[in-house]
């Protein structure tokens, strides 16, 4: 079974940047999605890009342009770039795998690996 481990997290000032990674250790193969998803207090668990064996990847509207996911197959890593933070993208967020194709929307029923969640804070 597939484990993920998020990291790169952290403070950042409006307008800046920041770059998270999901480690996998076990084996993905076949097809599968992998997706970031974030949560803020009090609010619904948000599906903002995932990505699939083939590099197709599908974003929020609320990130689109701003953020990038992408994947490094022979590591085993996920990423989502994050550019031009703004304060509402604080939240805490997890990475998260599934086999089969990717949900549209991504909604987070569809995915059964989760990491443990990292904290991202954007100070105005």
């Known amino acids: 079974e597939v484990q993920l481990v998020e990291s790169g997290g952290g403070s950042v000032q409006a307008g800046g940047s920041l770059k998270l990674s999901c480690a996998a250790s076990g084996y993905t193969s076949g097809v599968y999605c992998l997706a970031w998803f974030r949560q803020a207090p009090g609010t619904a668990r948000e599906g903002i890009a995932s990505i699939n064996e083939y590099d197709i990847t599908t974003y929020a509207e609320s990130v689109k342009g701003r953020f990038t996911i992408s994947q490094d197959s022979a590591k085993n890593t996920l990423y989502l770039q994050m550019n031009n933070l703004k304060p509402r993208d604080t939240a805490t967020y997890y990475c998260?795998?599934?086999?089969?194709?990717?949900?549209?929307?991504?909604?987070?029923?569809?995915?059964?690996?989760w990491g443990q969640g990292i904290q991202v804070t954007v100070s105005s």
């Open positions: 998260a795998a599934r086999s089969g194709q990717c949900p549209r929307p991504i909604v987070d029923d569809f995915f059964r690996t």
